[in-house]
């Protein structure tokens, strides 16, 4: 049973969704849980142990798998034109101002990150990098072509997200089905820790299952809105970390290039919808 999808990137740009969605289309298969990451962090693991995880795909008309660091990979973007030049391939781009301190909150929440923003983009480089989509997504354009990737923006997910699966379905040749009541709803807020000890726990648990292979079992784990309840609790409005005034036209600037880049790779406005004209 061998990929014929990827979900390449970016993080903080609805993956988690994205993955609820197709894994309850009766003609998709998504390998169990979210990252594998075999293209770029365990490719050495060899292809025995990476297409061990479809092997319960059957005659699904869609196999893949979601990892959201490929798009940054110039390695795994080569690997996978190797593995499959007509792979089909699907990247969610939201507005990098956002997304970078989505991904710093989600740090913070994690454990990972225990400075303020302004330090974090010193200490954190991949808080700006993950937002380059024109510089990461021309080089898979250049090796798949347009028309085997699927660019969805994130504004269209919060807005409307019967249009953005639709989308989704017709590029992947998939007949579309009706949205569940819990993809109507956000999936993973931004939070923090109850207790630091405990999601530190929690983690090392995830990484021994996953060493177990009871990788349905973690990814189960992890969606669980219980489990995030009793590990997170949601930011008040009163204690959620804020952005500068500063730093956000100090990133909208770093970021102005990219997002006119993306546009004429893409065919997207971006830069009209995220207000950068």
């Not at 390449?8 to 990252?35: E, M």
């Not at 250049?142 to 379905?169: C, K, M, T, Y």
């Not at 000890?197 to 090392?204: E, I, Q, S």
């Amino acid at each position: 049973m061998i990929p014929n999808f990827l979900y390449i990137g970016t993080s903080k740009a609805g993956s988690t969704w994205i993955y609820n969605l197709l894994n309850h289309h009766p003609d998709i298969y998504l390998a169990p849980g979210k990252g594998l990451y075999f293209f770029d962090g365990h490719f050495q693991r060899g292809w025995s142990w990476y297409l061990s995880h479809f092997q319960a795909a059957g005659d699904r008309k869609v196999i893949g798998e979601i990892s959201h660091s490929y798009l940054f990979s110039p390695e795994a973007c080569a690997r996978i034109f190797d593995s499959n030049p007509e792979m089909r391939l699907m990247a969610c781009v939201r507005e990098p101002v956002e997304r970078s301190f989505s991904a710093y909150l989600d740090g913070v929440k994690n454990g990972q990150i225990h400075t303020g923003f302004e330090e974090a983009l010193r200490d954190v480089p991949s808080l700006v990098d993950r937002g380059r989509y024109a510089t990461h997504l021309r080089r898979y354009v250049e090796r798949f072509g347009r028309q085997n990737i699927h660019v969805a923006v994130f504004d269209e997910l919060g807005s409307d997200p019967r249009s953005f699966a639709a989308r989704l379905f017709a590029f992947l040749e998939v007949e579309p089905i009706e949205l569940s009541p819990r993809l109507t709803g956000k999936i993973m807020p931004a939070a923090r820790p109850r207790s630091r000890r405990l999601v530190k726990l929690a983690k090392g648990m995830s990484r021994v299952a996953k060493r177990l292979g009871q990788r349905r079992l973690r990814g189960r784990i992890k969606r669980s809105r219980l489990i995030r309840n009793l590990l997170y609790r949601q930011f008040t409005h009163e204690d959620r970390p804020t952005m500068e005034p500063q730093t956000r036209r100090m990133l909208q600037e770093r970021f102005r290039e990219e997002v006119y880049g993306l546009d004429a790779l893409i065919g997207t406005d971006c830069a009209t919808l995220w207000d950068y004209r």
